[in-house]
């Protein structure tokens, strides 16, 4: 008789999935190399986090996560009640907005404080661009936790900042 549930060495928020043997998938049964923890990369306070492409990809996989672990029941947007559940892997990394852009933002890209969680709806507003981005309600929050790691941008990256969040960091 098959179970499902969780294997308790893939990332959260993977969903459930056949279990066999000793309650692990499929590879964690076949690749008992891989049961080992994750490594993650940790984010020092201090400094900007710089990795090779390699390290980037899987801080930034480690990132998604652990922020979907700590998703909210509903969208963070104001008055949206969308809830922020599902069971593939790519719509639950979808729910975690970036404040500021990876792509422009590499040194905090992985900082957990660099994230909202949105419905499909609201995330693709506030990616949109950034007029759309400072009327959504959500918009004091992403404020709130933009000054918590603006200090770290680096100075090469500033030139990417839209004015409201240039003007927070005053350099």
Not at 30 to 37: G, R, V
Not at 56 to 79: I, M, S, W
Request: glycine share 4%; with cysteine; charged share 25%.
């Amino acid at each position: 008789m098959s179970t499902f549930g969780q294997c308790p060495h893939c990332p959260v928020g993977r969903g459930k999935m056949r279990l066999y043997g000793t309650g692990v998938c499929a590879y964690h049964l076949t690749h008992p190399a891989a049961k080992k923890p994750r490594d993650v990369v940790k984010f020092e306070h201090d400094e900007p986090v710089v990795l090779t492409a390699a390290q980037e990809k899987k801080a930034l996989n480690d990132f998604y996560h652990q922020q979907v672990a700590r998703r909210p029941p509903v969208c963070e947007e104001t008055g949206c009640t969308c809830r922020l559940v599902a069971t593939e892997s790519w719509r639950l990394k979808a729910m975690v907005a970036h404040i500021v852009p990876k792509r422009h933002f590499r040194s905090v890209m992985v900082h957990p404080e660099n994230r909202l969680f949105l419905c499909k709806q609201h995330h693709d507003a506030y990616d949109d661009n950034w007029a759309k981005a400072v009327t959504l309600g959500c918009w004091p929050l992403a404020l709130e936790r933009f000054q918590k790691f603006m200090h770290l941008i680096k100075d090469t990256e500033l030139r990417h900042l839209p004015v409201p969040l240039r003007e927070l960091t005053n350099r």
